[in-house]
């Protein structure tokens, strides 16, 4: 029993935290929400000579054959710099998808693309309905020839605009399937989405009699279910980590400020309606962290309650992050709620996953069928 | 990382549990049977496993300890008596004590020959502990003691009381106390039952009239007493963090097995959709105690002290248990406030929190205990908050000042 980091652990996350601290200042944040595109290929190029973008990739492919545990240190970072780009779109959606069901000829053009930066992935996992249960996907793959034709539309695609393949669920004749799909492809249109954290971005993919042939299938037609299950358990536990993240920069800027913010000729933080609320909100980091890590290490080690700790995790932290990332906001009153101080990018961070890849209210179904049965 | 333990603790593990199964007692009936239960969990290296071995411990690691409460609460077994002789007492004599105190004090607190009553808290003196105006006074060979204490667990059957006591009212507070062990039979301490809002009595008042304490009995020196009682003492500290987990969590495992007999608005509860979010919510967040417990005991096991990271473990997990004693109670209505009467179906028959078998409505009650007794949930924020995130103190009026 061992529930620490290793040593190369903590230089991963010393190393990624002291690269983002000069690459990815909340300046370099703002700008990118400016940005057509939305994201740098300086940081991009040195996200990939450190070797994080083919990190939990096997080494044939370019990658570290690093797990999950390091996946969401570097996560966490992300999320505490309100990092703006395609990795987790590219590394998590699109990369682990493939990593878990392509073929050594999917993985071969596209894990060593993904882990040198020189291809970007993503994943279309939700429709209309906003239902998260793979089962219900609506969209169609139909035969033709000895490939399909996919019609449906898919929404709060991420980085959708600068992916060069996209994993795309469509019910076959098989039953659920997963297609990997240029959006240049015929019958493709994506329109953005914009929400409030702009350091994000996302599209709706609209599919009308978009071609895809028989090797864009990802792991056998009709087989997509399990894969996409566990495909969901990894993206909502690395959404966790960046939600986390968010949470520790949030609260460590309420921590500083009520140290020098005076009212009253004293400190703030010497007042215990706030001293109480950094309590509760580091109460809620420390918790998020151990449910973040556990089920990091669970669904990398194949652990029995894998699934569960996957969604004890989503539910936990997404209401973790949303309150203290709130909780900041009031801490700081009214310059917390200024668009030139900082501190709105970590909220609308926290808040932008708190929906996503299932939220607390979807996890807490998930568990209670597994302890009501 | 690697959450899975270790074989040498799997088989531990299995060790543990064979001989409870060969050993426990089903039922307790009286103290006597208890200090019995008591003794032979000693006798078989399950008790004290932390202390050091020349005072008659193990020497144990952190983890072994949690295993073997573990498995107790696994099994339902009894609990042994005397825990604060054997968890705060003890480990301040080994740390504070003279050889003499050792050699007089030690086993029979191993053994429960004595029992062992913590004398700190006093009407006035709560959250605010250093407050305490029980006065010890100087008589030459000894002290006489006059004052009140309250909130003594354990008081009713203890031989020997852990005393915090001031000794010089004209200093600051925290420098004016002294730490002593005290004997309980004598006339001039008399020992009244606190009633609880359980109705039961784990508590009591004690009343000190010119009690003797002998010079001997002092441990420190004349006013150490607040820094002795400040140190994080205990050898016990893998202690309850897995069992406590496993209580709660056959206490869940009971609920689901009453509510499946409930209905809500037509339908059974258990399809209700609004009681399955609680169920899920609350299990979520035991679980987050599960995780966060292996956290402590990877620290403990690695030689760290959490320290003031005591202080988030406890508040997390006391303020849990209310919110699940709170889901408890809307599932069972009026079924979860029955003390007498309860249908068999509805009956708890896990350890509450004092290690009895007990109804929802007891543990439901007990449940508003563990965000007051040691250290309020307040003022564990308070010291997460000053220790941990570095905040500032509040301005206090009473750091200065003598106390009379």
Request: aromatic share 8%; proline share 4%; with cysteine.
């Amino acid at each position: 029993m061992n529930f620490s980091f290793s040593d190369d652990q903590v230089l991963l996350k010393n190393s990624v935290r002291a690269a983002l601290d000069e690459q990815c200042k909340p300046a370099h944040v703002r700008a990118m929400m400016e940005d057509s595109r939305g994201y740098g290929d300086g940081l991009w190029s040195e996200m990939a000579k450190l070797g994080w973008l083919g990190l939990p990739f096997a080494e044939e492919y370019g990658g570290a054959g690093l797990g999950l545990v390091e996946l969401c240190l570097v996560e966490e970072e992300l999320g505490r710099a309100a990092y703006p780009g395609p990795y987790f779109a590219s590394v998590v959606l699109g990369g682990l998808g493939l990593a878990l069901g392509g073929s050594p000829a999917q993985k071969e053009k596209w894990l060593s693309a993904v882990a040198s930066g020189s291809a970007r992935l993503s994943a279309a996992l939700v429709e209309e309905s906003l239902d998260w249960d793979p089962a219900s996907t609506r969209t169609t793959a139909t035969r033709a020839g000895d490939g399909f034709t996919l019609t449906g539309v898919k929404r709060f695609v991420p980085w959708a605009h600068v992916a060069d393949a996209l994993l795309v669920p469509a019910r076959a004749p098989e039953g659920l399937s997963l297609f990997l799909v240029a959006p240049g492809a015929p019958g493709v249109s994506l329109r953005p989405m914009v929400g409030i954290d702009l350091a994000n971005r996302w599209s709706e993919m609209r599919l009308e009699g978009t071609p895809v042939k028989a090797d864009a299938v990802v792991g056998q037609p009709g087989g997509a279910g399990p894969l996409l299950e566990s495909l969901l358990r990894r993206a909502a536990v690395c959404a966790s980590a960046e939600m986390l993240g968010a949470a520790r920069r949030s609260l460590d800027m309420s921590v500083e400020y009520a140290k020098v913010r005076e009212q009253f000729g004293q400190p703030i933080g010497s007042f215990q309606a706030i001293r109480h609320r950094c309590a509760e909100m580091l109460m809620a980091a420390e918790n998020a962290h151990a449910a973040v890590y556990y089920a990091a290490w669970a669904l990398n080690a194949g652990a029995e309650d894998a699934a569960m700790a996957a969604s004890v995790c989503k539910s936990y932290v997404s209401e973790a992050a949303r309150q203290v990332c709130g909780d900041a906001i009031q801490v700081h009153g009214g310059i917390g709620f200024t668009w030139e101080y900082d501190l709105h990018l970590y909220f609308k961070r926290a808040k932008a996953l708190e929906p996503l890849y299932g939220d607390a209210e979807y996890h807490r179904e998930l568990i209670a069928r597994q302890v009501v049965a | 990382m690697d959450l899975n333990y270790t074989t040498e603790d799997v088989a531990f593990r299995k060790r543990v549990r064979t001989w409870l199964e060969q050993n426990m007692p089903r039922h307790i009936r009286n103290l006597d049977e208890r200090k019995a239960w008591h003794r032979r969990l000693y006798e078989a290296g399950y008790l004290g496993m932390g202390w050091p071995k020349e005072y008659g411990g193990q020497g144990a690691r952190p983890m072994e300890q949690a295993i073997v409460a573990d498995e107790m609460a696994r099994a339902g077994a009894p609990a042994p008596t005397n825990s604060l002789g054997v968890g705060i007492v003890g480990p301040t004599i080994v740390v504070h004590g003279t050889d003499a105190q050792k050699r007089r004090y030690l086993r029979k607190i191993l053994t429960a020959e004595e029992m062992w009553c913590q004398l700190y808290s006093e009407p006035n003196a709560g959250s605010d502990l250093a407050a305490l105006r029980t006065a010890a006074e100087d008589k030459g060979d000894h002290f006489f003691v006059n004052g009140q204490k309250i909130w003594t667990s354990g008081g009713a059957v203890a031989d020997w009381g852990l005393l915090l006591a001031r000794t010089d009212p004209a200093v600051p507070k925290h420098k004016g106390i002294t730490c002593f062990l005290m004997n309980m039979h004598q006339p001039g301490v008399d020992v009244r039952p606190l009633k609880q809002i359980t109705g039961s009595s784990e508590f009591c008042e004690v009343f000190m009239t010119n009690a003797r304490v002998e010079k001997e009995n002092m441990i420190g020196r004349l006013g150490e007493g607040w820094a002795i009682a400040q140190t994080t003492l205990g050898y016990e500290r893998g202690g309850r963090a897995l069992a406590r987990i496993t209580t709660y969590a056959s206490q869940y495992k009971m609920l689901m097995e009453a509510a499946r007999r409930l209905k809500r608005n037509g339908r059974p509860i258990l399809d209700d959709a609004v009681t399955r979010q609680k169920l899920g919510r609350i299990w979520a967040d035991l679980e987050v105690e599960r995780y966060g417990a292996l956290r402590t005991l990877t620290m403990l096991e690695r030689g760290e002290h959490p320290g003031a990271g005591g202080s988030l473990t406890k508040l997390s997990y006391s303020e849990f248990e209310k919110r699940f004693m709170e889901l408890a109670e809307e599932i069972l209505g009026p079924y979860g406030q029955l003390t007498d009467g309860v249908p068999p179906e509805f009956r708890l028959e896990v350890d509450t929190a004092v290690g009895d078998h007990g109804t929802w409505a007891y543990a439901f009650l007990w449940s508003r205990a563990g965000t007051i007794y040691a250290g309020s949930s307040e003022i564990q924020k308070n010291v997460i908050g000053e220790r941990i995130l570095g905040l500032p103190k509040e301005t206090r009026a009473d750091r200065a000042g003598a106390t009379r």
